[in-house]
């Protein structure tokens, strides 16, 4: 298929071919008919683009300390990966679209194949030729639905969200700053619902078009004496409610919004608006409400219900971006509301850098541009060739996954020139993903269908860099097909998952099974376990881990696994390897925490061997501190890691330092090892016993949490 894709580093837009988006549990598959560029958001997006390497950083100043905070903390060569990661990628447009279904995933019942439908959701309804959007990010329509006017989906619920936060009566007044696509729609809404609409632009062209079409009346900002005129129209009152839809870094808007509004009116931010108002004398005196509106609604980045399909009940929350989204488009149908005078461009979707061009030099005056596709050119999903075949070695790897980490941690350690080592495919969520990392890796294809992978017989090797709730089901599958096969941690979140891994991985013994504890690979521990003696040691490690939103995925006990099972994981398998022996017993506590994220804790782990140790957690610390530091003694002697950057042995006299130029916590080693053991068929990187027994004891300290009891792991 065809998307619309952006480098970020050059600022190329081209159409590209690429896979199909994968259609998982909850997604809906839809064909595009038309896709809405929204000028101000992408218009800006793509302008950021084309300035130079200094122009973007004086853009995005809140990434640039990012960048400077990685210098310190992982070196300048993961940080330059790093950069090049998100510079390089093909990044994809849109967010607004409408087509027809081609596939449901499993679970969605109130839709079919061939139904029209309207799509939202940046990363979602892009402009491609197939998007795949979750349940609740799309909207049935009538079967004699105009998909054109349909494609407004995503900015019509924006402007609805703002209506409804403004909480206007029939019969009340409003005014609206900024008539652009936002206002425009946000005026034929109001006028729609009985409410009188008053324009304010400092576009002479908008400002004609509102007073034709969505405004009682409408005004330049510049025009003389705008609030006298106001008050006239509204009796001496001033407006019930303002709404900025606005986009600009002045605080024009917001403070010519406390002189229109009425006293104790109501102002909404809908646009991208600054909000430090001058408190005299309009917001103070009449003690004006300030409301932010929430993009499409409640529901929005909410990961129960945008991906997993939770719904809100209508008795308490009456009004979700779903909601909003099948409002606007009843008003679309039905006819209250007349969108036609606003799609002033219709582009194919090859030519869309055309239309970006327009918007960004400002060539000529427009509102809404469409893009539309040719539903009649005949599409297939599966494999993209990206490069030619290079036959086969003893080593023919496919990823599955290869988001952030991957990209920066385990691809830039593939040999370049290694004859025995062949990229053959990669699969990932999207298209433009894995198109990108296949050209920058040098893979084969890329493509979006598993079986391509599973089903090659010339592809041996299967890294599995996914999220976490997918671990399990891959690793089965590929041990099946048999393959060998490298998983990032966790081997899987669902204790009922490791019988089925277990069993594939003893059926099929001759097939590797690696996870990516790559800490047990560092430099620095691989010397002090060289150092330490064969007796039982005591180990302490301390991880600041620092905080992360308790609403991402990574927290989420059904997708993530929470960090216990996705991170702690890391540092059990590290002092399990140390001491040389399998955990057997844990006590855990955990701070208490409001949504159970359990990730301030401290673990204490007995050993088979008589060995213990200590993982302190911790999610609630200064993040100036260093993230890691590991205390081992044995023996009379003890050994000091710092972040895996520099390390001291104490023995009697002086203590031995040992200091890197950059952070090395073993992934280069780790992919160097793998690779080479599948084409010597050495022993495994890590013994199965040992990865199972480190997952157990993930469930375990979970099961201490909660029952505040020592657990054996099994």
Request: aromatic share 8%; charged share 25%; proline share 4%.
């Amino acid at each position: 298929m065809e998307q619309v894709t952006q480098q970020l580093k050059s600022g190329e837009l081209v159409v590209r071919e690429v896979p199909w988006p994968n259609v998982g549990p909850g997604m809906v598959l839809v064909r595009n008919h038309y896709s809405l560029i929204s000028s101000g958001t992408e218009g800006a997006k793509v302008e950021t683009a084309r300035k130079s390497l200094l122009g973007k950083a004086k853009e995005r100043p809140q990434q640039v300390k990012q960048v400077l905070d990685s210098l310190k903390t992982k070196g300048p060569v993961q940080t330059y990966r790093a950069i090049m990661k998100t510079l390089d990628a093909y990044s994809p447009l849109g967010y607004s679209s409408a087509g027809a279904v081609i596939e449901l995933g499993a679970g969605i019942e109130d839709l079919r194949v061939g139904a029209k439908v309207a799509c939202a959701g940046a990363g979602y309804a892009n402009h491609a030729e197939v998007v795949c959007v979750p349940r609740n990010l799309c909207v049935k329509l009538p079967d004699d639905a105009d998909l054109k006017r349909a494609s407004y989906n995503t900015v019509g619920a924006i402007a609805l969200q703002g209506i409804r936060q403004a909480d206007l009566r029939l019969g009340e007044s409003c005014a609206v700053i900024g008539l652009g696509l936002l206002g425009q729609l946000t005026g034929l809404m109001l006028r729609a619902s009985g409410v009188k609409v008053f324009g304010i632009d400092i576009d002479e062209g908008v400002v004609a078009t509102a007073s034709q079409h969505c405004c009682e009346q409408a005004w330049v900002r510049q025009s003389p004496g705008l609030a006298s005129k106001i008050q006239q129209r509204t009796g001496g009152l001033g407006v019930d409610a303002v709404i900025i839809t606005a986009g600009t870094a002045s605080l024009d808007p917001i403070n010519c919004a406390g002189e229109l509004a009425r006293k104790r009116g109501r102002v909404v931010v809908v646009g991208a608006v600054p909000t430090g108002f001058d408190r005299d004398p309009h917001w103070y005196r009449k003690e004006l409400e300030l409301r932010m509106s929430c993009s499409y609604g409640p529901g929005r980045y909410d990961l129960d219900y945008e991906e997993k399909g939770a719904e809100y009940p209508a008795a308490y929350v009456r009004w979700t971006e779903n909601r909003n989204m099948e409002a606007f488009q009843e008003l679309v149908h039905s006819g209250r509301i007349d969108l036609d005078y606003l799609t002033t461009h219709e582009f194919p979707l090859e030519g869309a850098s055309e239309a970006y061009n327009m918007i960004v030099n400002r060539s000529e005056p427009f509102m809404g541009i469409a893009l539309k596709y040719d539903v009649t050119r005949s599409l297939e999903n599966g494999r993209v060739s990206v490069a030619e075949a290079k036959g086969t070695g003893r080593v023919n790897l496919a990823f599955i996954g290869a988001g952030s980490y991957a990209q920066g941690y385990l691809l830039p350690y593939l040999p370049k020139k290694d004859s025995d080592v062949v990229c053959k495919a990669v699969m990932t969520q999207s298209g433009t993903t894995s198109k990108r990392v296949a050209e920058r890796f040098g893979f084969e294809c890329c493509t979006d269908r598993e079986g391509d992978i599973l089903k090659d017989p010339n592809i041996n090797t299967v890294f599995i860099a996914t999220r976490h709730d997918s671990h399990a089901q891959y690793v089965q599958k590929c041990l099946e097909a048999g393959k060998h096969v490298f998983v990032e941690k966790p081997l899987c979140i669902r204790e009922e998952d490791m019988a089925g891994i277990r069993l594939a991985s003893e059926m099929h013994s001759d097939r590797h099974l690696a996870v990516g504890f790559n800490r047990r690979f560092a430099p620095l521990a691989v010397e002090l376990k060289e150092q330490i003696a064969s007796d039982p040691v005591s180990m302490l490690y301390r991880v600041n881990a620092g905080a992360i939103p308790h609403d991402t995925w990574i927290q989420d006990m059904e997708i993530g696994g929470g960090r216990i099972l996705g991170e702690v994981c890391h540092f059990v398998d590290f002092l399990t390897w140390m001491c040389g022996a399998a955990p057997t017993c844990v006590f855990a506590c955990a701070l208490p925490d409001p949504h159970g994220a359990n990730d301030t804790v401290t673990v204490n782990l007995s050993f088979a061997n008589g060995s213990i140790g200590t993982v302190s957690y911790f999610a609630n610390g200064s993040r100036d501190l260093p993230k890691e530091y590991i205390e081992v003694y044995s023996s009379g002697l003890t050994g000091v890691i710092e972040d895996f950057k520099e390390m001291k042995v104490y023995r009697k006299g002086k203590p031995a330092n040992r200091r890197l130029l950059n952070q090395d916590k073993g992934q280069a080693s780790m992919m160097e090892q793998f690779l080479e053991r599948i084409k010597t068929g050495g022993r495994p990187l890590i013994s199965p016993d040992e990865i199972f027994a480190v997952t157990q004891a993930g469930f375990a300290i979970l099961e201490s949490i909660k029952t505040r009891q020592a657990v054996a792991v099994e």
